[in-house]
T-cell receptor
Framework: KQEVTQIPAALSVPEGENLVLNCSFT??????LQWFRQDPGKGLTSLLL?????REQTSGRLNASLDKSSGRSTLYIAASQPGDSATYLC??????????FGTGTRLQVFP | DTEVTQTPKHLVMGMTNKKSLKCEQH?????MYWYKQKAKKPPELMFV???????INESVPSRFSPECPNSSLLNLHLHALQPEDSALYLC????????????FGSGTRLTVV
């Protein structure tokens, strides 16, 4: 059974720091991996999607990488801002046609 | 249109009420999903519709009844809910096998009193 874990569970940093959020999974047979952002009480906003054949994707200050062989993905946030404060979820789709979520990282960026 | 629209945004209902949650997308996605999310937990899959047919039911109690009238609409009918069913209910859509990822709605915050 696929298990997805995110480390750290919570993170509090001053504005301007570069951050790395980690996502690990136990079964490398995946179709894609998606990073989401969720503000309190709100829906999920898609940040980046990495197909299984890709190694990384970039959007603005965000960069996500995927290493299927080691069962890991990282989300890099450059020059963090208070507006980046949210919960970040990684999720992967496997051959069960389900989206399996990680445990989440709650990020707080203070001025 | 690149959005999934959910209505209502907030719903308070009694344990004897019947209500429905609605979800709509016009991206041509043929897979639609209902998720339930409790506070500080990741979303949990409830139902999957693929080409308007129910393909996955994660052993959800029968007081939750999904319906997919057409490829753009997904409903979740609620009846005789319990207070522990209070949660954020999220709808999502994707192309089958999610080659372009999933798109989520903003959710319905449900409170059962």
């Amino acid at each position: 059974k696929q298990e997805v874990t995110q480390i750290p569970a919570a993170l509090s940093v001053p504005e301007g720091e570069n951050l790395v959020l980690n996502c690990s999974f136990t079964d490398s047979a995946i179709y894609n991996l998606q990073w989401f952002r969720q503000d309190p009480g709100k829906g999920l906003t898609s940040l980046l999607l990495i197909q299984s054949s890709q190694r990384e994707q970039t959007s603005g200050r965000l960069n996500a990488s995927l290493d299927k062989s080691s069962g890991r993905s990282t989300l890099y946030i450059a020059a963090s801002q208070p507006g980046d404060s949210a919960t970040y979820l990684c999720a992967l789709e496997d051959n069960t046609d389900k989206l399996i979520f990680g445990t989440g990282t709650r990020l707080q960026v203070f001025p | 249109d690149t959005e999934v629209t959910q209505t209502p945004k907030h719903l308070v209902m009694g344990m004897t009420n019947k209500k429905s949650l609605k979800c709509e997308q016009h991206m041509g996605h043929r897979a639609m999903y209902w998720y339930k999310q409790k506070a500080k937990k990741p979303p949990e899959l409830m139902f999957v519709y693929s080409y308007e047919k129910l393909s996955i039911n994660e052993s959800v109690p029968s007081r939750f009844s999904p319906e997919c009238p057409n490829s753009s609409l997904l409903n979740l009918h609620l009846h005789a809910l319990q207070p522990e069913d209070s949660a954020l209910y999220l709808c999502a859509s994707s192309r089958v096998r999610g080659l372009q990822g999933y798109t989520f709605g903003s959710g319905t915050r449900l409170t059962v009193v």
